[in-house]
């Protein structure tokens, strides 16, 4: 039983606002350096928020397709169109919940605006460009540990949601063991681990969504840091004429 | 800094076979009770194998349904017939994968049929009653720890794999939290926490695919082990007419 992981929040942040240095507060509840082998896992939303990628629901006007969608989907057109400007595709629409591919390529549920966590009348939207983010976010910290920026995902067949990794850095995101062998010396099928996602997963184990505790360290991940920040989350996406399992 | 998570791959387990005593086997390398709040991570193969729960390829006589989706996709007409037979519907089947709704109700891959790990000339199957293996299981280890079975799963909009759980006992599975409250004392939206599956997820990330290290211990999980089994991981599937994003 050597090695392992350790997982550990760190302590709560400050509520975050636009324009805030997000690796400053961090560095003040961790100013040690981060050790080797470390990643940072760190809720979208406090990224989001601190690089002004909220939206003021009072300053937007839904066009005749938001109009027509809330209709539809018994929703506010406000918000609608909120996730239209977020979305290059509507892969469904459905059941009050709308799965859209957003401009990054991502997909998830209402292009991942969210109403929670935040100040009555905004909402708050993905970060831009998350694995650029956490590329600044890795360069700011002390011992510039990997960084794996954070959201919650539906999945399709089954309850419940589960962190996934939208922006990474330092941190090996998928990992290609398609060609190694078996202990019977047969080559392995289909073996693409999604790392990143994983690290996340278990960085949502310690905090709970209320607590204020948008950073996590997980300890021991020697084997998927890398010194270059590396492609990043980018590569956990697949392409729209990849989808294997969509419409 | 209080808490977190430890999680640490208990020593390699021998090549299991049909009719070992699985429990046994991890007691021979975990003889201490378990510790309160801890989980057992299990690969579902090793559960399998013990169960029985293989198939002889050379016993199989493919119908033609199995020939005609083996020409489609480029399979082995045999392997087609293994998937049909774990099968209670074709979900899709497309660039040589079938994606499949299992007997228990799991969408995965070939239905979870897999051929690495075993010896040529067989395959393993998922076990027929997951949560009932995992109660058992955890009934028979010291400490009553929570037992995961779990299993890679592919994502329709993702690359790589990633664990989830197939069986689970003595673990909360979904945490509901719908009508909790956010920091601004706003209702939480759609927040059901998928805790079995990040547990699979972050047991992942100690061991190799091909290490022989199937039992990860995960210790930590306070707040989500019970004394009674609970409903295990049935309560993650969807059912096909629940579905949001399938066809």
């Known amino acids: 039983m050597t090695g392992g992981l350790q997982v550990t929040a760190l302590p709560p942040l400050p509520e975050v606002v636009?324009?805030?240095?997000?690796?400053?507060?961090?560095?003040?509840?961790?100013?040690?350096p981060f050790p080797s082998g470390a990643a940072l896992v760190v809720s979208h939303k406090v990224v989001s928020k601190a690089e002004g990628a909220i939206v003021r629901?009072?300053?937007?006007?839904?066009?005749?397709?938001?109009?027509?969608?809330?209709?539809?989907?018994?929703?506010?057109?406000v918000v609608v169109q909120v996730v239209l400007d977020q979305s290059s595709e509507i892969v469904r629409a459905r059941r009050g919940v709308l799965i859209c591919r957003t401009?990054?390529?991502?997909?998830?549920?209402?292009?991942g605006v969210d109403g929670s966590n935040v100040d009555e009348g905004w909402c708050v939207t993905l970060p831009a460009d998350p694995d650029g983010s956490a590329r600044a976010l890795r360069d700011a910290l002390p011992g510039r540990p990997a960084v794996v920026i954070a959201d919650s995902f539906g999945r399709p067949w089954r309850h419940g949601?589960?962190?996934?990794?939208?922006?990474?850095?330092?941190?090996?995101?998928?990992?290609?063991?398609?060609?190694a062998r078996d202990r019977q010396g047969q080559e392995l099928q289909a073996t693409q681990i999604a790392i990143a996602?994983?690290?996340?997963?278990?960085?949502?184990?310690?905090?709970?969504?209320?607590s204020g505790q948008p950073a996590v360290l997980v300890g021991g991940l020697q084997r998927w840091t890398t010194a270059e920040h590396g492609p990043g989350a980018a590569s956990l996406?697949?392409?729209?004429?990849?989808d294997l399992f969509g419409a």
Chains 1, 2 share one sequence.
């Open 18 to 32: 636009p324009g805030d240095d997000l690796a400053a507060l961090i560095r003040a509840v961790h100013p040690a």
């Open 57 to 77: 629901l009072a300053d937007v006007v839904p066009g005749p397709r938001a109009h027509e969608l809330a209709a539809a989907l018994g929703k506010d057109p």
């Open 103 to 111: 401009h990054h390529g991502l997909v998830a549920a209402h292009a």
């Open 161 to 179: 949601q589960a962190e996934v990794a939208i922006g990474c850095a330092g941190l090996v995101a998928l990992d290609d063991q398609r060609g």
């Open 197 to 210: 996602d994983q690290v996340a997963a278990a960085a949502d184990l310690v905090r709970g969504k209320a």
């Open 237 to 242: 996406r697949r392409a729209a004429d990849e």
